[in-house]
């Protein structure tokens, strides 16, 4: 009740100010111990980012105002001071969150995660058995969830994919039952390309989208209709907040408006200002119409229905230039 009573004055501050982040994404390791074929966002050898530093981040998104900060990578866990990490979130009133693999949770690690004062768990499961696309198989790690299932004060949403050379779509359709009996919510994505754009499905696995959406209905109240264009190969008409509703701080300590979009407007998050929140919040995203980067979608619904955008990438790049001529 707690955590749903947060979740809903999220949604009010969201509707009443257009001035703060959503939902952050900061990324506390690269490095993953999984070697998944389709992701991007990994590597096998970076340290974590020190605790110090992620502190002066974490407060800075506190200045700005954000509502929801997810740890991602990576693989967040390898962070060998992660509870620290979640405490510090906790401590400004922020929500915690976490992407993982779920390849390191222990009857122990749950129960201080629990202690941390975590509020949601994503792990994303892609087949039932491990193959050369993913490790991540349900045959691997439900005793993990079994653990979750026992000891997890959280809430746990388990995430399957179709798309991106999953050998057998039916698969999200074992692992979402599974889920579902063991009390977690479950939800499933269509992978995207290196710049999160949209690959068209095949027919099984639009099918597979499509029966899946069925069961999470079941489950929970699912805002995902952006997928549903997603699933049938057709572009998406919105307007993408992204850099403003939803921030991507990547290891060195940027902003980036997604994962699949590093490189801008790559401003150091010490420098991220309401001005910078402003302006992306107009700004016109020309990989939005195929993009498939739910984070960016969910946290832009609550602004559908007002502010236009109206500023084109020649604009923001100006726009961008007085802001740093200011800032000297």
């Known amino acids: 009740m707690h955590r749903r009573s947060r979740e809903l004055m999220m949604i009010v501050k969201g509707v009443i100010s257009t001035d ?4 952050a994404h900061i ?3 690269r490095r993953c111990n999984l070697s998944c074929a389709y ?27 954000t509502t929801i900060i997810t740890l991602s990578g990576g693989e967040p866990m390898l962070h060998p001071e992660v509870d620290d990490i979640i405490a510090r979130i906790r401590k400004h009133g922020i929500m915690a969150g976490m992407i993982t693999n779920g390849y390191l949770l222990t009857a122990d690690r749950v129960r201080r995660l629990n202690q941390a004062g975590l509020e949601h768990m994503q792990i994303s499961i892609d087949n039932v058995r491990p ?26 949403n388990i995430n399957s994919v179709v798309g991106g050379g999953i050998h057998n779509p039916t698969d999200a359709l074992e692992v979402g039952r599974r889920a579902v009996e063991l009390g977690f919510t479950s939800t499933i994505g ?6 999160g754009q949209l690959q068209p499905i095949k027919p099984e696995e639009r099918e597979v989208y499509l029966r899946m959406k069925r069961m999470a209905k ?17 572009p998406n008409e919105w307007r993408c907040r992204a850099g403003a509703r939803y921030l991507y701080i990547c290891e060195d300590g940027l902003v980036h408006y997604c994962s699949q979009q590093r ?7 010490e420098q991220y200002n309401v001005e910078d929140i402003r302006r992306e919040y107009l700004t016109v995203k020309g990989c939005a119409p195929n993009c498939t980067v739910a984070c960016a979608h969910y946290t832009s619904y609550m602004d559908f229905w007002r502010d236009p955008q109206t500023l084109t990438a020649q604009e923001r790049s100006a726009s961008s230039e007085l802001v740093q001529v200011q800032t000297r």
């Open 20 to 23: 703060h982040p959503v939902l």
């Open 218 to 234: 079941r489950s929970y109240a699912q805002l995902n209709f952006f997928q549903d264009n997603i699933a049938h190969g057709r």
């Open 263 to 269: 490189g801008y407007p790559a401003k150091p998050l």
């Open 131 to 156: 193959d050369d696309v993913s490790k991540k198989s349900l045959k691997v790690l439900d005793k993990k969830l079994q653990l979750l299932a026992d000891h997890a004060e959280f809430h746990v």
């Open 39 to 65: 992701c991007n966002e990994y590597d096998d050898y970076s340290n974590p980012v020190p605790l110090d530093v992620m502190r002066r981040r974490l407060d800075c998104l506190a200045e700005l105002g």
């Open 27 to 29: 990324i506390p390791i």
């Open 190 to 195: 269509i992978i995207h390309d290196g710049d």
